[in-house]
């Protein structure tokens, strides 16, 4: 083995190539991108997807896969570094009773941070008794949330004296 690295090292030097990096190569099934042997898994590849073999390592392939990205979907920091955000987030939440105190109701906003547009999103709002135990849960839908906009919604419940806490979440409709 090591002889075959020198090989290749030389080869390289060279300007000339093995034979498998002027091939053309395909993914034959949905698998994950490795940081090395057995390693841990970097992300997600499609079938079909084109690669470039750079090297073998037993039965594994180190692969290069060529493309491209949006500049605006690119970040010079790594996600271990930087606070992640979602695409999708509840911001301004509150709550108000009505005047008779038999309905509650939340009031909140959907912030669109992520890279696409969405036609439909679904806020479901769980509301909580003082030993985390689930009272009620009400949903709402919000169609039509293009990338970089905020829409308002609001839930109505019937109020129960148990509800202590509630929890707000978004997430797209398919």
């Known amino acids: 083995m090591p002889l075959f690295i020198v090989a290749v090292a030389f080869l ?15 993914l034959n099934s949905i698998e994950y991108l490795q940081a090395e042997p057995e390693g841990d898994k970097l ?3 499609f079938q079909g997807i084109e690669l470039e073999k750079l090297s073998e390592k037993g039965d594994w392939a180190e692969v290069r ?4 990205l949006k500049t605006s979907w690119l970040s010079t920091q790594s996600p271990q570094t930087r ?9 301004n ?9 038999d309905y509650i109701h939340i009031l909140g906003e959907v912030k669109n ?9 679904l806020v479901t709002v769980t509301f909580y008794d003082q030993d985390k135990k689930i ?5 709402t839908l919000i169609s039509s949330l293009k990338k970089g906009e905020v829409r308002p919604f609001k839930t109505i419940s019937k109020n129960h004296e148990t509800i202590k806490i509630y929890k707000a979440k978004v997430e797209p409709v398919n």
Do not use: N
């Not at 896969?65 to 491209?68: H, M």
């Not at 939440?93 to 105190?101: A, C, H």
């Not at 009272?135 to 949903?139: A, G, S």
């Open 93 to 101: 939440l509150e709550d108000r009773f009505s005047d008779y105190g």
């Open 113 to 121: 941070q992520g890279p696409q547009d969405y036609k439909f999103l």
């Open 65 to 68: 896969l060529t493309g491209w």
């Open 12 to 26: 390289c030097l060279l300007g000339a190539s093995p034979t498998w990096a002027e091939e053309k190569f395909y």
């Open 83 to 91: 606070k992640y955000k979602p695409p999708l987030e509840i911001i």
């Open 43 to 45: 992300g997600q590849l």
């Open 135 to 139: 009272v009620d849960t009400t949903t």
